[in-house]
C-alpha cells in the first residue's frame, strides 16, 4: 500500500518548539487569487464526494468530532477556516484535508484509536495543514499540475483497496489525501498540530501512542509502510522523534485529558461496521482484532457474537466452522430472533453433510425473515436438503 491515500498520523507533541504562524485569507487578498481558486475547486471536490455514497452517516460521530476540532481551533490564530469533519468508511488507517477545512477520517484509524487525546492529535495535524496553507505551497511548487495528476489518478487506479475512492477524488482532494507535502511541511504540521494539542489539555503521550498503533497495524497486517512513511519520515523515525521531544521539549509531561470513556460511548456502533468492512475486504485478522475490541466491553451483545462468527466461518481455517458454530448459538441465545445467525449455521451444516440440521436453520430463518433479501437462495439449499434426504 506504498501509493494508499494519505495515512494519518499522530502528531509529536511539541508546544515549545517555535512553528511558523497561520497565514490569514484577509492578509494581502491580492496575493491569494491562486488560493481562492484552489478554495473553491476544493468546494466542489467536496460536494462530489459528500454524495458519492462512501460516507460513514452518524451525526452525533460527526458533532463529537466537531466539537474537539473546535477546541482546537480556540487557540489556531486562523478563525477563518470553517473546520467541518465527516467520515468514510473505509477500514484502512487514513485521512486527508481539503485546503478549505474539510477534513474526511476514515473509520478504520477512529477504529483503532483508544481515547480523545489521540484524536486530537490526528485531528490536529489536519487542522495544520490547512491553517498553514501546505496544499497552496505545494500546488505552486508543481510546474505540470496535469500531468503530475494524471500520474497520481493512474498510480490510484490500480489499487483495489482505494479504487472507489479516487473515482470521486478530484485534483484538489487527491494533492492532499496522495500526494502529501514535502519533509519540510509535515514537520511543520507536527509541530503545529501538537502545539494546539498542548494548549486545549490533551494528554501529548497519546500522539505517541497513536503513531505505535500504526506501527502494529504495519506490522500485523504484512505491509510495506504507506505511502506518506514512504515518502517522508517514516513511522519508527517519528516514534523516536515523539520520545525525544516528550523527554526534552516537554520534560516528560504526563498531565493533560484522554476522555477514554467517553470517547469509546462515541465510537461504539462504528468498530463493528468497521469490523463489516475489514471483513468485506477480506481482512479478517483486522476484523476480528475490531470485534475483540468491541467484545472487551460489550460481551452481551448479539450483533458482535454474530460478527465474530462470520469472520470465522468466512475465513474457514481449520477448526473455525466449529468454533463459529459456538458463537453464532451464542448470537442466538441472546437474541432468539436473530435470522441471519440461524441461516449461518444452516450454511456450516449443510457443508459438513449434516443436511436435516441444516433444514431446521435454513427454515428458522425464514420463519423469522420471511421477507429476507436471499429468500430465494436460502430456499435453493433448502431444496438440496430435501432431495438428498429423499435420495
Known amino acids: 500500500m506504498k501509493n494508499t491515500i494519505l495515512i494519518v498520523t499522530a502528531l509529536c507533541l511539541l508546544a515549545a518548539c517555535s512553528a511558523p504562524g497561520p497565514?490569514?485569507?484577509?492578509?494581502?487578498?491580492?496575493?491569494?487569487?491562486?488560493?481562492?481558486?484552489?478554495?473553491?475547486?476544493?468546494?466542489?471536490?467536496?460536494?462530489?464526494?459528500?454524495?458519492?455514497?462512501?460516507?460513514?452517516?452518524d451525526s452525533q460521530l460527526e458533532n463529537y468530532l466537531n466539537r474537539i476540532v473546535a477546541r482546537l481551533q480556540i487557540n489556531s490564530g486562523c478563525a477563518d477556516i470553517s473546520f467541518q469533519v465527516k467520515i468514510i468508511g473505509d477500514p484502512h488507517l487514513n485521512a486527508f484535508a481539503l485546503p478549505h477545512g474539510a477534513i474526511y477520517v476514515h473509520t478504520g484509524i477512529l477504529a483503532r484509536m483508544d481515547n480523545e487525546a489521540q484524536l486530537a492529535a490526528l485531528l490536529a495535524h489536519e487542522m495544520t495543514h490547512c491553517t498553514h496553507r501546505h496544499a497552496l505551497k505545494v500546488m505552486r511548487l508543481i510546474k505540470n499540475r496535469s500531468a503530475h495528476m494524471a500520474a497520481i489518478e493512474q498510480t490510484l487506479g490500480k489499487i483495489p483497496a482505494i479504487r472507489e475512492l479516487t473515482r470521486v477524488l478530484g485534483q484538489t482532494a487527491s494533492m492532499a489525501a496522495v500526494n502529501g507535502y514535502t519533509r519540510e511541511l509535515e514537520t511543520e504540521a507536527d509541530r503545529g498540530g501538537l502545539d494546539l494539542v498542548v494548549k486545549a489539555g490533551y494528554d501529548p503521550r497519546q500522539a505517541l501512542a497513536l503513531f505505535k498503533h500504526l506501527s502494529r497495524e504495519i506490522e500485523l497486517e504484512g505491509i510495506k509502510e504507506p505511502f506518506f512513511f514512504g515518502t517522508h519520515p517514516n513511522v519508527q523515525q517519528r516514534i523516536e522523534n515523539v520520545s525525544d521531544w516528550l523527554a526534552s521539549e516537554f520534560n516528560g509531561q504526563t498531565s493533560g485529558v484522554t476522555n477514554g470513556p467517553i470517547f469509546r460511548t462515541h465510537l461504539k456502533q462504528l468498530l463493528l461496521v468497521n469490523a463489516s468492512l475489514d471483513l468485506q475486504q477480506g481482512r479478517f485478522a483486522?476484523?476480528?482484532?475490531?470485534?475483540?475490541?468491541?467484545?472487551?466491553?460489550?460481551l452481551q451483545d448479539a450483533r458482535a457474537c454474530y460478527l465474530f462468527g462470520e469472520i470465522l466461518r468466512q475465513r474457514a481455517a481449520p477448526g473455525d466452522s466449529l468454533t463459529a458454530l459456538k458463537w453464532y448459538e451464542k448470537a442466538v441465545a441472546l437474541d432468539p430472533s436473530y435470522a441471519a445467525a440461524f441461516k449461518a449455521m444452516g450454511m456450516i451444516h449443510y457443508k459438513q453433510g449434516h443436511r436435516l440440521l441444516a433444514q431446521k436453520y435454513f427454515q428458522t430463518c425464514l420463519g423469522l425473515a420471511p421477507d429476507t433479501p436471499d429468500?430465494?437462495?436460502?430456499?435453493?439449499?433448502?431444496a438440496q436438503c430435501t432431495i438428498n434426504q429423499e435420495g
Not at 23 to 39: H, R, V, Y
Not at 287 to 294: C, D, M
Open 286 to 298: 483486522a476484523a476480528r482484532r475490531g470485534v475483540e475490541k468491541y467484545l472487551q466491553t460489550h
Open 375 to 382: 429468500r430465494a437462495y436460502i430456499e435453493g439449499y433448502l
Open 23 to 57: 497565514i490569514s485569507l484577509n492578509e494581502n487578498p491580492a496575493a491569494c487569487a491562486d488560493e481562492k481558486i484552489l478554495w473553491h475547486n476544493a468546494r466542489q471536490e467536496q460536494l462530489k464526494i459528500d454524495a458519492s455514497g462512501l460516507l460513514y452517516q
